[in-house]
């Protein structure tokens, strides 16, 4: 057998397939995509069916625990309440105020003195909540006037980790401020 020495014939030539190149763009998109549904999509924030009865007297500011079961560390960025459709008056009455805090160190139920129960009683936004540490979420209703209010679950905008998103967290609540 001979082999020729020389040049390969130009119809034999091997070429690389130019698409094979770019294959790695749609890839790198996909991930990227699925990275960013992950940010933001974190797990949803513990709730409850049970009904939180608060009752309080006007120009006294009363304090109630909001209990859940969940471990894990939120930074709180809001705090957002509705009052249900049923509700006898509403988030707007003269006089009525109703503030998140967060309980440092400690828990209570229903409360005038916080401060007795908690290492820390700071504002909900802005702080992180150790859920099923040693804090508690509370609400804070304080009114001038005889209130009725039914208040759904909180909405809660906060950050785990990497992860940001906003659900409803805990019991809805019947709130009472009598005369």
């Known amino acids: 057998m001979q082999t ?24 790198v998109f996909v991930l990227v995509a699925v990275g960013l549904w992950w940010m933001g999509h974190p797990t949803a924030l513990p709730t409850s069916d049970d009904v939180v009865d608060v009752t309080a007297k006007t120009d006294q500011q009363v304090y109630v625990g909001v209990t859940v079961k969940d471990e894990r560390d939120i930074k709180i ?13 509403s988030l707007d009455s003269d006089g009525l105020e109703v503030r998140a805090w967060i309980c440092k ?13 908690c290492g820390d009683v700071l504002p909900a936004e802005g702080n992180t ?18 209130v009725e209010l039914d208040l759904e679950r909180l909405q809660i905008g ?4 990497l992860q940001r998103g906003t659900d409803p967290f805990g019991p809805p609540f019947a709130i009472t401020v009598l005369a």
Do not use: C, K, Y
């Not at 960025?77 to 249900?84: G, I, Q, R, W």
């Not at 509370?138 to 006037?145: G, K, N, P, R």
């Not at 906060?158 to 980790?161: A, E, K, L, Q, V």
């Open 129 to 146: 909540l150790h859920l099923g540490g040693a804090d508690q979420l509370m609400l804070s209703v304080d009114s001038t006037t005889p």
């Open 105 to 117: 160190d400690g828990a209570i139920s229903q409360t005038t003195q916080p401060e007795r129960f």
């Open 4 to 27: 020729v020495a020389g040049s390969a014939p130009v119809g034999l030539e091997v070429r690389r397939r130019r698409w094979t190149a770019w294959l790695w763009v749609p890839v």
């Open 158 to 161: 906060f950050r785990d980790g």
């Open 77 to 89: 960025t809001s705090v957002e309440m509705d009052t249900a459709a049923d509700s006898t008056d």
